[in-house]
């Protein structure tokens, strides 16, 4: 494996003791041979949304900042955003990009989309639109691609981001899709918005209460809010037995909550859980609350909700 690689053996070997150790690789001790199972090799290989190898680069990425975090604990605070560029734009795109292109079942816009009731029609006879904290862009280029005749605007404060998210609109030919380096919570009311999405942008806010009343005075009467964020409960003990629990509360410490407390913020965490986020919504003036699973994805809810037409 190593020879085929073109890697050093002995590190190839101390690696695999970890995987098998870890119950990932199988080993036969008689031909002392290794073996990646089938059903294993389907989350860790391929360029498909399933392989998983590309979230991993969000360890690597955080470990970077660890030293950072690790003051936090003793004197307060956090670590901001900034610290985390460059290198969190690629690793972001790439952890979310499969997801959104074919991952979620079939994608974004033919496995998400139609969870949001009505929404998909409104979106073809042509409406304006928010993305808010859209990152590098992908969703909203995906949506405007889809639907031509609306309008996208996304929003993001890392100008690196937000650069790539242009480049992409322009190579995908797209003239119904903007982006703007922009603070969420001054999301401006006018013109009026008739659908905002917020895809994993929520939960690390430093002022998430802010963000959710300015989406909501941003919609015009029954303008649809649809809030993709980690699936998870408020209450710790209803966690327990979730496997991605211990990385979505470890990616919280390392990023999603630190980022928030860095600024004096919320510091709600990526495990806020549904009950929070319900409790939120309904603060912000958002009613008729769906909440959703996504087929095929484990990770993420989608919420949808409404303003009150009166
Ligand atoms: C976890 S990322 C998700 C990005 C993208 N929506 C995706 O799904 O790949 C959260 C994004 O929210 C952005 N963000 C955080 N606070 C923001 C704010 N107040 N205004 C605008 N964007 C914000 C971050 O810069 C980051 O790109």
């Not at 909203?140 to 005749?149: D, E, F, G, S, V």
């Not at 407390?261 to 549904?274: M, R």
Request: hydrophobic share 45%.
């Amino acid at each position: 494996m190593a020879g085929r690689a073109g890697l050093s053996e002995r590190y190839v070997r101390e690696w695999l003791g970890a995987l098998v150790t870890g119950g990932i690789v199988g080993y036969d001790p008689e031909s002392r041979s290794y073996t990646l199972p089938a059903e294993h090799a389907a989350c860790l290989t391929g360029g498909g949304s399933a392989n998983l190898a590309p979230i991993s680069l969000i360890n690597a990425l955080l470990a970077k900042t660890l030293g950072s975090v690790a003051r936090a604990f003793q004197e307060g605070g956090g670590v901001p955003y900034d610290a985390f560029r460059p290198e969190f734009t690629d690793v972001l795109d790439a952890s979310g990009r499969l997801a959104y292109d074919e991952g979620l079942v079939v994608g974004l816009v033919e496995g998400l989309l139609p969870l949001t009731g009505e929404l998909p029609a409104r979106l073809a006879d042509g409406i304006q639109v928010a993305d808010v904290g859209c990152g590098t862009g992908h969703t909203t280029n995906l949506m405007a691609r889809a639907y031509p005749r609306s309008t996208f605007a996304g929003y993001d404060i890392i100008e690196d981001s937000i650069e790539r998210a242009r480049a992409e609109a322009a190579e995908y030919g797209l003239a119904n899709a903007s982006f703007e380096v922009l603070d969420v919570t001054r999301l401006r009311a006018d013109p009026p918005l008739e659908a905002v999405f917020a895809f994993d942008a929520i939960h690390d806010q430093v002022d998430p209460a802010t963000v959710l009343d300015r989406i909501h005075e941003a919609l015009v009467p029954g303008g649809v809010f649809v809030m993709v964020d980690i699936k998870s409960s408020s209450s710790l003990e209803d966690n327990v037995g979730n496997p991605l629990a211990p990385w979505v509360y470890s990616v919280s410490t390392l990023h999603c909550m630190t980022v928030s407390l860095a600024h004096g913020g919320a510091g709600l965490g990526t495990a806020w859980g549904e009950q929070v986020a319900r409790r939120m919504l309904a603060e912000a003036g958002f009613v008729d609350v769906e909440v959703h699973d996504v087929p095929g994805d484990p990770l993420n809810s989608v919420y949808v909700s409404r303003k009150p037409v009166a």
